[in-house]
């Protein structure tokens, strides 16, 4: 009855992801896109240190791509932060470049650090965002 599903587990859970992207609010995506971020240097770093390159590689590769998405929807004029934000997601960028090319699992950390910090700063500010006023 139950074994004989027509969506594989691993289709329900895609399904499930893009239903969950496609419902959410602009914070909550931006709150998803830097928790993924900091998944992915996290893995990153974590195949360096285990010596996998191509692994490293690869998730490395997907956290510029959402450095890159987050740079590139960024409404620089829309508050006096957007120009230092635009430069601290171009320098992460840059940094993330620098850690893949030299497998460099400090360079990395220091990048995750820094992904830790935004994911952080941006989830309060969905918060925030979200509290009732007064």
Same mark, same amino acid.
């Given at each position: 009855?139950? @074994? $004989?599903?027509?969506?594989?587990?691993?289709?329900?859970? $895609?399904?499930?992801?893009?239903?969950?992207?496609?419902? !959410?609010?602009?914070?909550?995506?931006?709150?998803?896109? &830097?928790?993924?971020?900091? +998944?992915?240097?996290?893995?990153?770093? !974590?195949?360096?240190? #285990? #010596?996998?390159?191509?692994? *490293?590689?690869?998730? =490395?590769?997907? *956290?510029?791509?959402?450095?890159?998405?987050?740079?590139?929807?960024?409404?620089v004029?829309?508050?006096?932060? @957007?120009? #230092? =934000? %635009?430069?601290?997601?171009?320098?992460?960028? !840059?940094q +993330?470049?620098?850690? $893949?090319?030299r497998?460099? %699992? *400090?360079?990395?950390?220091? &990048?995750?650090?820094? *992904?830790?910090?935004? !994911?952080?700063?941006?989830?309060? %500010? /969905?918060?925030?965002? /979200? %509290?009732?006023?007064?």
């Amino acid at each position: 009855m139950y @074994g $004989n599903t027509s969506m594989s587990g691993r289709g329900a859970r $895609n399904a499930y992801v893009d239903n969950s992207v496609a419902t !959410a609010s602009p914070e909550r995506l931006l709150v998803m896109l &830097c928790d993924r971020l900091v +998944l992915d240097v996290q893995r990153g770093v !974590a195949a360096l240190r #285990g #010596g996998m390159p191509g692994e *490293a590689h690869s998730q =490395l590769v997907h *956290a510029q791509e959402v450095v890159t998405h987050l740079r590139s929807t960024l409404r620089v004029e829309g508050w006096d932060g @957007g120009p #230092g =934000l %635009a430069s601290l997601y171009d320098w992460l960028h !840059a940094q +993330l470049v620098q850690a $893949n090319i030299r497998k460099d %699992a *400090a360079l990395a950390e220091g &990048c995750l650090s820094l *992904a830790q910090d935004l !994911a952080s700063t941006w989830r309060e %500010a /969905a918060l925030q965002a /979200a %509290a009732p006023t007064q």
